[in-house]
């Protein structure tokens, strides 16, 4: 049991980290570039980071952590309230893979609310996350 912690734990750190750099990977896809082959290069990294490693690592955090929540048959108020700082990682989630496939359509255009608005509530998930996770009673 203690190897399946460990891996949610590295998986959740990952998820978080890469949530946390992709709003700054599409924001740089905004400006025009005076080469082609680096603004292609560019916009192919946030797609391979987005589906190599971010795509990846969500999946193994929530399979991990769905496998350590039936194993440990932890019913309690703060697994609810981290349940739902999950979700909300999730839907940021699916707003960089939104904002990832709107760059590679139109590299030109600016979407600089809803870039600014994942990159200022996923670290307020994370945040949330590993507030209930330490300040849970044993």
């Not at 795509?55 to 932890?74: H, Q």
């Not at 699916?94 to 709107?102: H, I, M, N, S």
């Not at 600016?110 to 996350?129: D, K, Q």
Request: charged share 10%; with cysteine.
């Amino acid at each position: 049991m203690i190897w399946l912690k460990v891996l949610h734990i590295m998986a959740i750190a990952s998820w978080g980290g890469l949530l946390l750099y992709l709003p700054a990977v599409v924001a740089s896809n905004v400006h025009p570039r005076t080469h082609l082959a680096h603004e292609l290069k560019n916009e192919a990294f946030g797609r391979y980071l987005f589906t190599l490693a971010a795509t990846p690592a969500a999946l193994v955090a929530i399979i991990s952590g769905t496998l350590l929540f039936l194993l440990d048959r932890n019913i309690a108020a703060w697994m609810f309230a981290k349940l739902f700082a999950v979700c909300g990682l999730v839907f940021c989630h699916a707003a960089c893979g939104w904002l990832v496939l709107r760059s590679e359509q139109e590299p030109a255009r600016a979407r600089p609310a809803v870039t600014f608005a994942v990159a200022a509530t996923a670290p307020l998930f994370i945040l949330l996350i590993l507030w209930l996770v330490l300040a849970r009673p044993i």
